[in-house]
């Protein structure tokens, strides 16, 4: 029996429907990513994104119903979510001021605001890790780079694909995405597209959750096998 429904960001996407031990796991998937970010006991971890993300609803279990323990009482850690408006960046930078989180959890159109221009966030305010998420797919890669380089607490990307209730966070030391086999069936589906090589590994991430009855679903995340003789040791993806 379902006891939430979530609205899928993609448009014509429709409804998820979590049972209870669907959501407790979905939880536990966000708070291993957590814990691959390195958040832990005493952290403060600020969250600017829509109340349906599951970076939001999932973190703590006073911003969902039916969530017993969210990824803040998983990690010991202590959340709070700003609602993804553009227009509440401002209110965002005060939280960042005031709060002084160690982790901040942004979508990522809403990063550009943060990073640049009238509403950019003070320099000495962007001493947290920045996590960038987006349902399905990843920042460009010179994207990404600019942000990193206006961003003094690093970057890390939070990946998902809502649809398969799929959430795994990257190494911020190997950059490798670390997904938890006990929760997810994960694979690199085969590129497709022209002029690609052969023996060519890059393709795309597929995901299939083992706590619900969903097939295997194709994410926009571009990834290889890791190369050898990498940093970590753990097994995971390269973003690509």
């Keep these: ?3 939430l429904a979530v609205q899928l960001e993609r448009p014509g996407a429709g409804m998820m429907e979590l049972s209870a031990g669907a959501l407790a796991s979905y939880a536990e998937a966000l708070a291993r990513a957590w814990g691959v970010l ?11 994104d829509y109340g349906s993300s599951p970076a939001a609803y999932l973190a703590s279990q006073a911003f969902a119903p039916y969530l017993e323990r969210g990824a803040a009482e998983r990690t010991l850690a202590t959340a709070l979510c700003v609602d993804g408006l553009p227009d509440n960046v401002k209110r965002f930078t005060h939280v960042l001021r005031h709060f002084q989180p160690h982790f901040v959890f942004v979508r990522a159109d809403l990063v550009p605001l943060l990073v640049a221009g009238p ?17 399905g797919d990843a920042p460009a890669p010179g ?30 030391r190997c950059r490798l995405l670390r997904v938890p086999e006990e929760l997810y069936e ?12 052969d023996g060519d590994e890059r393709g795309t991430l597929t995901v299939r959750p083992r706590f619900l009855d969903l097939g295997a679903l194709p994410t926009e995340l571009s990834v290889s096998p890791p ?9 995971g993806f390269a973003l690509v």
């Design 186 to 197: 994960a694979q690199i589906a085969p590129a497709s597209r022209p002029g690609s090589s």
């Design 1 to 3: 029996m379902s006891v």
């Design 227 to 235: 190369a050898p003789g990498g940093r970590c040791s753990h097994q």
């Design 38 to 48: 390195g958040v832990g006991g005493d952290d403060r971890v600020a969250i600017y």
């Design 119 to 135: 509403t950019a966030v003070p320099v000495e305010q962007r001493a947290a890790r920045l996590v960038v998420s987006a349902d």
């Design 143 to 172: 994207e990404r780079a600019s942000w990193e380089r206006a961003w003094q607490g690093g970057l890390s990307l939070l990946a998902r694909c809502d649809a398969a209730a799929f959430v795994a966070a990257e190494c911020p």
